[in-house]
C-alpha cells in the first residue's frame, strides 16, 4: 500500500518531478518567445549518451556542460537514420542536472538558466535577450 495517494505531488517519481521543474522553468521563456519558438522541442534524457571511442563531449558547441559533464544539448534540425525530417530539440540530462543542484530551488534556477542558454543558442540571440533582461 503506497504511503500517499497516487495523485499526491509526494506519490511522483524523481524523473516525474524533474519532468514537472522544466516545464515550470520552460513557461516563461516559451510565453515570451512562443512563435519563434514553434520548431522547437524539449525533451529529458536520464543521462548522456557518450558515443565509442570519445572522451568527452566538452568541445561541441551544441553542447552545454558543467566541465566534462553535459547538462544539455541543443539538436538541429534535420533527418533522422531513416530519412525523416526531424524538428530541432534541446535535449536536457536529468542525472547530470540533479547532481549539480543543492535542492529544488537550487534545480528550478539551474533547469532555468540551462535553458536560457539553450535557447538562446537556437535563436542566435545573447542569453541576456531570452532572460528578460534586455
Do not use: N
Amino acid at each position: 500500500m503506497p504511503l500517499y495517494p497516487s495523485g499526491s505531488p509526494a506519490s511522483r517519481t524523481r524523473a516525474e518531478r524533474f519532468d514537472a521543474l522544466v516545464l515550470e522553468a520552460l513557461e516563461p521563456i516559451e510565453e515570451r518567445w512562443s512563435a519563434e519558438l514553434a520548431d522547437l522541442d524539449v525533451a529529458v534524457d536520464d543521462v548522456p549518451e557518450v558515443p565509442a571511442g570519445t572522451r568527452s563531449t566538452a568541445d561541441d558547441d551544441a553542447v552545454l556542460g558543467d566541465g566534462e559533464v553535459p547538462l544539455a544539448r541543443l539538436v538541429p534540425a534535420g533527418m533522422d537514420r531513416r530519412g525523416a525530417v526531424t524538428r530541432a530539440r534541446i535535449v536536457l540530462y536529468r542525472r547530470p542536472l540533479e547532481a549539480r543542484a543543492l535542492d529544488g530551488e537550487d534545480l528550478a534556477d539551474l533547469l532555468h538558466d540551462v535553458l536560457v542558454e539553450q535557447v538562446a543558442g537556437y535563436l542566435g540571440v545573447e542569453p541576456d535577450t531570452i532572460a528578460g533582461e534586455e
